[in-house]
């Protein structure tokens, strides 16, 4: 019987290693992917047909996100509640656990007083929710503003530019507001307005009509919220809101050094030249830096790399933890895209017979991308099969250049009057 335990103990630390060293091995080939790779593919979205409570979730996930920050949301409507989940890729604030306070408060004062008119927004309560909006999305606001503002600069002489100007000048809106970091919530505004009025005009680039929008998108998802609560046959759900912040899921994990990765897909004698072209480039030797804090021996040693796991598969996790039994279908809405991993293994789960959804993604690589706990050790292979052929496709692109330098030198529609009252506002000093 001893012996038993001891060879189930023994087999058990063998499995331990071996699932180990899967992960290793995962990690320290999502980081080269990352350093040699932007974007594993072009941009997808995903057209989806949303539930009003799928809305909801999008909406919020767009208020809810400051500076940077990717922030994901899921609404779950029960029988007697609505149960909203909320992550980001970081630690809660207080001032973000206050500002969601206040979102929660005012759409139950909201819910009480529903069915509700335009009226509602003649109310101190909404004006104050508007305003704490403002400042709570000020920086990442800034951030789209700031390439409206270079699209502007650099297109004064086209007609569509012009067009934008004079229809702000008729609103009261100079060049000057337009530039002025203070008036961000006056040209969230104007912009959802104005977005209304030309989404359909086809002499307007589709880059700058997104800018417009997205600028815009503040004002716009706020007031679809506030409308949402308005709503008699919400009343209900709303009045008894219930918010879950999700912590932040960190660890760090061991990888193999850079070189080691590398050599297992090309030759000993091809390694110095490929290193030399990748620090040729800009971008690449950048990433290097980034990813493994310098260029010299630390490509050559192992290291470590600090994870965590990203908004939306929190969600996710919680969900399956929570509601192991149901078949329905889970949308989980997020402030920015999702990453070429996370589009990776919510494919895999729903081949699994997991119906999450989620819309659209960026297909950026990401090194600090942390490995979910539900199906790791399936998704680990099914991963790796997609990163080594990344890491192959992407080293042979670039031994290809190298040896073309080397032979060619040369070559390389709602009424929004409503809402007006945002305009007038100004952010201060300490909220920009």
Partial sequence: MKNLKKTNKKGQAIRKDKQQMEENAFYSKTCVARSIKFAAEQPSKEDLQLLDSEKFSYFLATILARDREVVAVNVTITPIKCKVYIAKNGPWSQK????????????????????MSNQIYERDDIKELYLATMKHCSRKLGHRLNKLRTDITNGMSEMYIKSFLEYAQNEGISIDDIFDDKKRPSMSSFCNEYYQVTKNDPNAPEVFLRHIKKVGSYVSHLTEIIDCACKDKYKNLFSSIETNLLDSCEEIQPISSWKNIVMKYISDEKYEDFKNTCL?????????EDIYGGIDKQLESNNFNHTYLHA??????????IDKGSQGRKFIA???????????????IQSKGHKFVISGSHNKLYHKWQLPIPFRKDFIPHASFYLNEIIENEINHLTSLRATSDSDPESENRDYKKIRFVRKMELSEEDL
């Fill in 334 to 348: 997020v402030s920015k895209k999702c990453c070429y991993l996370c589009r990776l293994y919510i494919k895999f």
């Fill in 280 to 288: 040729e480039i800009r971008e690449i030797k950048s990433r290097l």
């Fill in 96 to 115: 973000d656990k206050d500002f969601i306070k206040k979102v929660e408060k005012t759409l139950i004062k909201i819910s009480k007083d529903a069915p």
């Fill in 312 to 321: 939306e598969l929190n969600i996710l996790t919680k969900l399956m933890d």
